[in-house]
């Protein structure tokens, strides 16, 4: 099932294994939303996801506000855990771009103990604001070495859709889905919140308590912007 809001197609469903091409699985949040109003190049990036999933609880409300419809929201780790699943499932091999080499390794070794069939690769990029021509060129060697059929990219929004978008059709890889925080999530640097608080949608006030520094600017500003879009569309559409 799939849903339109604001341009783009949502999806609230989990793809599951055989697949039969290349497809590119993103996430859509309120805080997402409102930077892609100003970068181009993230909302093409956006846009083109074969796959996006409503990963915000302002998504959802969006969903039921503007459409009428009842969804239910896809965090990029559920999305993450959900592909493990499958990849365990189905003896696959998944590979992990981004983050460093400290949390790549205890990524590395939960999956060899928890997921067994699992075959594991990881690529630990170099830390910069714009990766040179020799540094795509270097993933890209990394992952098709490799040739996982789901690969993870970590390196936060909008620089890791962006690089997914620009570089899909050089990756041999039948899955590719940026996930950010969830590399973090997935190692134990960053305490997700309490189920009790994602299933009545506050995790991210749970984030933001935890990291207010980096996290008012995403839940505080961007969140009311993205209050302002869905009011205005709504009553845009009741004229």
Request: proline fraction near 4%.
């Amino acid at each position: 099932m799939s849903i339109k809001i604001f341009g783009y197609n949502i999806d609230t469903t989990y793809p599951n294994w055989p697949i039969n091409k290349c497809i590119v699985i993103n996430t859509l949040n309120p805080h997402s939303f409102c930077v892609a109003e100003k970068d181009n190049a993230f909302k093409q990036a956006l846009l083109s996801s074969d796959i996006l999933i409503p990963d915000g609880i302002g998504v959802v409300m969006a969903a039921k506000v503007l459409k009428g419809v009842k969804i239910s929201r896809i965090a990029g780790a559920d999305m993450h855990m959900h592909l493990l699943k499958e990849a365990q499932k189905n003896k696959l091999k998944v590979f992990y771009l981004g983050s460093s080499e400290k949390v790549l390794k205890i990524i590395k070794t939960r999956i060899n103990k928890e997921y067994n069939l699992i075959n594991v690769g990881t690529f630990s990029p170099p830390f910069k604001f714009d990766f040179s021509k020799e540094d795509d060129l270097k993933m890209i060697d990394m992952v098709n070495r490799f040739s996982p059929d789901i690969l993870f990219v970590g390196m936060t929004a909008p620089k890791q859709e962006k690089w997914a978008y620009l570089n899909k059709n050089k990756l041999n890889a039948t899955i590719i889905t940026s996930i950010g925080a969830v590399f973090d999530f997935y190692a134990g640097n960053i305490k997700r919140a309490p189920k009790w608080m994602i299933n009545i949608g506050l995790e991210w006030l749970y984030r933001l308590i935890k990291e207010p520094r980096r996290m008012w600017r995403r839940y505080l500003v961007n969140n009311t912007k993205f209050i302002y879009y869905v009011i205005k569309e709504k009553l845009l559409n009741n004229v």
